[in-house]
């Protein structure tokens, strides 16, 4: 089967595949799986789609879930080398970096059926399959963007930065940090957490799919669950629950302003950083 075949095509054997694994057997099937994984490597499929409006809802596409799951079962483990290190694993890393104008830094890891758009750099962090990263944007070291993750365009995710991998059920949405977020050290987005254009999250905020999100900046609360509103400036904070045992403080973000869209997005990092005193 051609790795160019349309998405029409081979959606529907992915999808009986997953059903019943053993029409893996037949190489129709199997090849329809290697055909996604290396159409995800060049960015011409991806996991999830963007809304054509800013407040709109992304698309997830279970069936290329499905792919990826089934691609860990038709491959076999082997040994490879690069350079010094030796890996022993299914999944090849990705090559052909210099041509599609991605730079590397070693030991950074970027592992085979994930795309990363030209002029996206990677520190030591890791890229998992399935998962996009977009021009411009920097994996700082140690950060790390697991399965199926969309990251967009000229995203900052400073290091050690933990965004989640999303891989079952196959119809639930990724992790998705839209263009020009800034991702301080030591963040963590989990769990199908969209993050909203151009929003900033200081360093160590958790975010889960069940994690409060509570806007501070007005007069009156406003919470939010799964999703930053775009241009929110986001720090880690903390409320007061009952239970039986006790009061305690559990822990929650905070929205405690917005970026300035009339800025561009360097002078709005700055200024949201100086007059929030964000720790990034």
């Given at each position: 089967?051609?790795?160019?075949?349309?998405?029409?095509?081979?959606?529907?054997?992915?999808?009986?595949?997953?059903?019943?694994?053993?029409?893996?057997?037949?190489?129709?099937?199997?090849?329809?799986?290697?055909?996604?994984?290396?159409?995800?490597?060049?960015?011409?499929?991806?996991?999830?789609?963007?809304?054509?409006?800013?407040?709109?809802?992304?698309?997830?596409?279970?069936?290329?879930?499905?792919?990826?799951?089934?691609?860990?079962?038709?491959?076999?483990?082997?040994?490879?080398?690069?350079?010094?290190?030796?890996?022993?694993?299914?999944?090849?890393?990705?090559?052909?970096?210099?041509?599609?104008?991605?730079?590397?830094?070693?030991?950074?890891?970027?592992?085979?059926?994930?795309?990363?758009?030209?002029?996206?750099?990677?520190?030591?962090?890791?890229?998992?399959?399935?998962?996009?990263?977009?021009?411009?944007?920097?994996?700082?070291?140690?950060?790390?963007?697991?399965?199926?993750?969309?990251?967009?365009?000229?995203?900052?995710?400073?290091?050690?930065?933990?965004?989640?991998?999303?891989?079952?059920?196959?119809?639930?949405?990724?992790?998705?940090?839209?263009?020009?977020?800034?991702?301080?050290?030591?963040?963590?987005?989990?769990?199908?957490?969209?993050?909203?254009?151009?929003?900033?999250?200081?360093?160590?905020?958790?975010?889960?799919?069940?994690?409060?999100?509570?806007?501070?900046?007005?007069?009156?609360?406003?919470?939010?669950?799964?999703?930053?509103?775009?241009?929110?400036?986001?720090?880690?904070?903390?409320?007061?629950?009952?239970?039986?045992?006790?009061?305690?403080?559990?822990?929650?973000?905070?929205?405690?302003?917005?970026?300035?869209?009339?800025?561009?997005?360097?002078?709005?990092?700055?200024?949201?950083?100086?007059?929030f005193a964000v720790a990034v």
């Open positions: 089967m051609s790795t160019t075949a349309h998405p029409s095509t081979l959606e529907p054997l992915i999808t009986a595949a997953f059903e019943d694994r053993s029409k893996l057997a037949p190489p129709e099937y199997a090849l329809a799986v290697e055909g996604v994984i290396e159409a995800l490597d060049r960015g011409e499929l991806r996991v999830a789609t963007p809304p054509e409006a800013e407040d709109g809802e992304w698309t997830t596409h279970a069936w290329i879930k499905q792919a990826v799951l089934l691609y860990f079962g038709i491959r076999k483990m082997e040994t490879f080398e690069v350079g010094p290190f030796e890996f022993h694993d299914k999944i090849p890393l990705k090559k052909g970096l210099a041509a599609a104008g991605v730079r590397v830094v070693p030991p950074g890891v970027v592992r085979y059926g994930a795309h990363v758009e030209s002029g996206a750099i990677v520190m030591p962090g890791y890229v998992n399959i399935g998962a996009r990263v977009g021009s411009g944007t920097m994996v700082d070291t140690w950060a790390t963007v697991g399965s199926c993750a969309q990251i967009g365009k000229d995203v900052h995710l400073s290091g050690g930065v933990g965004i989640g991998g999303v891989l079952e059920p196959p119809s639930a949405q990724p992790v998705i940090v839209e263009e020009g977020a800034f991702v301080g050290s030591r963040v963590v987005v989990v769990e199908g957490v969209r993050v909203g254009r151009e929003a900033v999250l200081g360093a160590g905020v958790v975010l889960t799919a069940s994690t409060p999100i509570v806007d501070v900046s007005g007069s009156s609360p406003v919470e939010h669950r799964g999703r930053v509103p775009a241009r929110s400036v986001v720090i880690a904070g903390s409320r007061v629950k009952s239970f039986p045992a006790g009061d305690y403080a559990v822990p929650c973000a905070l929205i405690i302003g917005q970026r300035k869209p009339s800025t561009d997005r360097k002078t709005s990092l700055n200024a949201a950083l100086r007059d």
